[in-house]
């Protein structure tokens, strides 16, 4: 009895060492403040390179997206901004990536999108918006749509209020796709906020359904990657925002009264960045005709 006590003791010993261990290389790793670090250790699928790199003018998130696995490992850029192009090529080309498609969630009216400026520097990239957008492309999206990187996908979630051709994109929901799931929500849900709804055909009637119907129907874990933040947030989950969003958890009312007094100055570049974006953001340069 003594042995076996001593035995099962000396197992509790081991495995407190073991999870103590593990939880100190954990913490104590260097590179655990990286984003890519905290997907692995949260299990996304190993094939998901990804990154979430920021613009500080317009506070804008552009995502890349790459399959790792696959020979060519080809890649994506969702949001990318025309200021931090270079930043992020640079970041493609160190990486061994293949770009394949620029993405936007929207016609942003807060800056000039980097799709347009991303075609006249890789060659073979395809611009990419959805169809309700109305603006120029190579590819357009309609709800349903898959757009593949490899193994991986992205699937097209109409959701608009913000404008009328936001989309979100969420990665797919097959045992094979990045675990938890990412929606990039674009201007639809920020952390902790959302979209305004007083221009580009926007309406805060049609964003809470987009959202409620489209959005906070995905499963809780759902992680969230907006395209802009102004509070210093850089992820959220489903859950989350079904909980804590001060506007989208109100009743319907509450939330159109909540958006229709919000009073905000209109972005800055807003006449220039519109135009801008509605020709992939190449408006002034000579490039414009091979979109
Ligand atoms: N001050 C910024 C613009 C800020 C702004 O209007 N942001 C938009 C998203 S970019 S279209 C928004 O929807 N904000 C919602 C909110 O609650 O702040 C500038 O001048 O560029
Ligand atoms: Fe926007």
Do not use: W
Not at 46 to 74: G, M, W
Not at 135 to 146: H, I, N, Q, T, V
């Amino acid at each position: 009895m003594v042995t076996h006590f001593s035995r099962f003791q000396h197992l509790l010993l081991l495995q407190s060492r073991f999870l103590f261990s593990h939880q100190s290389r954990v913490r104590r790793h260097p590179l655990i403040r990286t984003r890519t670090v905290i997907r692995s250790v949260m299990g996304s699928s190993s094939k998901l390179l990804f990154r979430q790199l920021f613009e500080k003018e317009s506070s804008t998130y552009t995502y890349l997206l790459a399959d790792v696995s696959h020979p060519d490992k080809p890649a994506l850029l969702i949001d990318p901004v025309d200021k931090t192009v270079d930043r992020d090529l640079k970041l493609i080309n160190e990486l061994g990536l293949k770009l394949v498609y620029a993405m936007n969630t929207h016609v942003h009216a807060d800056h000039v999108t980097g799709t347009g400026l991303l075609k006249t520097k890789v060659s073979g990239v395809k611009s990419v918006i959805s169809k309700a957008s109305g603006s120029k492309a190579d590819m357009f999206l309609e709800p349903g749509d898959r757009v593949s990187i490899g193994d991986i996908y992205l699937e097209v979630h109409a959701t608009p209020g913000h404008t009328a051709g936001c989309v979100t994109y969420v990665t797919g929901e097959d045992a094979d796709q990045p675990q938890p799931r990412m929606a990039f929500t674009g201007d639809a849900v920020l952390i902790r906020g959302c979209g305004r709804t007083d221009f580009q055909g926007g309406s805060s009637d049609q964003l809470y359904e987009s959202v409620h119907s489209q959005i906070f129907t995905l499963p809780k874990d759902t992680l969230i990657y907006p395209a802009h933040d102004y509070k210093g947030y850089e992820v959220s989950t489903v859950g989350e925002e079904m909980q804590h969003n001060p506007r989208l958890t109100k009743d319907k009312e509450t939330f159109k009264s909540i958006m229709s007094n919000l009073n905000l100055a209109y972005p800055k570049m807003i006449d220039v960045a519109v135009p801008a974006n509605m020709v992939c953001g190449l408006q002034d340069l000579p490039a414009q005709a091979n979109l």
